[in-house]
């Protein structure tokens, strides 16, 4: 996709080419709203495409009960019913514009690894399934089958979920936009970004884009388009990394029927596998595992900590990945005011909820309604000591490592 060159104006200008804006863009173009897409990188350049591709329509610390006590009855059921729909929309949309991202709807699963976290999945599987959503709490046996693991006391799952290509997810979703109208520019990082006279004014190195109103979809990078996101979000830096193909019988013990998860422990553990045999995994990144030899061998021990069935697992492609998180660890939809939102809301989650939050987001700029929107739009308040806080995801990593 070439560069934005020359003047350009468009009705809704989307900043960020990841799944947030992509999926903006294109139910904005369904719509027949006139937008474009400005994307520093070629679509799914940033975090998108480093991501692990787990569609998880699960809170990461909340169930529906506690964010229904959160945010109120309304609110509450209305964030539950976005995030217990967001997997099958995200297979829906790939089923509809013949998406080619290896998507593979098999369950996606939250391990447990106490007695007493087991005890609150079973109860968090009840009240999903009293909402009418497809999920169960697996025991420790069945687990131990599933995964090919015996390091687990059981697992939610959530039928509804699964795995992807995440570049090829994204990629798809904006050739999608560009059928349907939408106007796509790469390699277009944002040089600067004003307000004058009722239109917003995106300047890049070859071209400028005038647009009257604005949303802001590069997660981390909103920090730098708008004064009021910064200090807003923290950095989650992990270590991704896909072995070479399994073997039949290697792939037999482990998970052998498929599904992807993230476990709940404190140094987070996430496997699935992909339509050519290989084990994708991530770990965060910590003060004592540096180098990429080191990671590596990280990626190794952590293979054989989790799979009996890999004593001596061969690594064959590793990369580094961000997810950006909250204080809240929820979704969030910032107004900006003068005709511009932004939106955040990645934590781990941002698959599935990005591609939910987006349409939503182009159904609101469409129409006008903004109770469309599962999150109530909010004015972005820095976290406090920002400085320090940033630092502190790595650090708790770190402690979680040593006691690993």
Not at 15 to 39: P, S, W
Not at 86 to 108: E, M, N, T, W, Y
Not at 171 to 198: H, K, T
Request: include cysteine; charged fraction near 20%; hydrophobic fraction near 40%.
């Amino acid at each position: 996709m070439a560069p934005l060159r020359g003047q350009s104006e468009t009705d809704v200008l989307v900043i960020g080419g990841g799944i947030a804006g992509a999926t903006t863009a294109l139910h904005l173009a369904e719509r027949g709203v006139e937008v474009a897409l400005v994307e520093g990188d070629q679509p799914g350049g940033g975090a998108t495409g480093q991501s692990g591709g787990l569609v998880a329509p699960d809170y990461i610390r909340h169930s529906p009960n506690t964010i229904r006590d959160t945010l109120g009855a309304e609110a509450g059921a209305r964030l539950t019913r976005m995030i217990g729909d967001s997997a099958g929309f995200v297979f829906d949309l790939i089923d509809k514009h013949g998406i080619d991202c290896d998507p593979r709807q098999d369950g996606f699963y939250t391990p447990a690894h106490t007695g007493v976290m087991a005890k609150n999945q079973r109860a968090h599987a009840d009240q999903w399934r009293a909402l009418g959503y497809d999920v169960e709490f697996v025991e420790a046996a069945a687990s131990e089958r599933l995964f090919g693991s015996q390091r687990y006391s059981g697992a939610l799952r959530f039928a509804a979920g699964g795995s992807l290509n995440p570049l090829g997810y994204v990629r798809g979703i904006v050739r999608a936009a560009l059928d349907g109208g939408a106007r796509v520019f790469a390699d277009s990082r944002v040089i600067s970004l004003q307000r004058r006279g009722g239109t917003w004014v995106c300047r890049t190195r070859e071209g400028t884009i005038r647009s009257r109103r604005l949303v802001l979809a590069a997660n981390g990078g909103n920090a730098a388009l708008h004064p009021a996101m910064a200090r807003t979000s923290l950095p989650l830096h992990v270590v991704q990394f896909a072995t070479a193909p399994l073997s039949p019988q290697e792939r037999m013990a482990t998970l052998p029927e498929g599904g992807a998860f993230t476990d709940k422990r404190p140094y987070l553990f996430t496997a699935r596998t992909d339509g050519l045999g290989h084990l994708i995994s991530g770990y965060p990144t910590t003060l004592f595992v540096r180098s990429e030899r080191a990671q590596c061998r990280e990626a190794e021990r952590r293979l054989r900590q989790n799979f009996a069935a890999l004593p001596d697992p061969e690594i064959s492609h590793l990369w580094r990945g961000l997810a950006w998180v909250n204080t809240s660890l929820l979704p969030e939809v910032y107004d900006l005011g003068d005709e511009a939102i932004a939106i955040q809301a990645c934590n781990g989650r941002g698959i599935a909820t990005n591609t939910a939050l987006g349409a939503e987001v182009a159904e609101m700029l469409a129409t006008g309604d903004r109770e469309v929107l599962s999150v109530k739009p909010s004015r972005p308040e820095p976290i406090r000591f920002h400085a320090i806080a940033a630092l502190l995801p790595k650090l708790l990593m770190s402690l979680a490592y040593i006691s690993d």
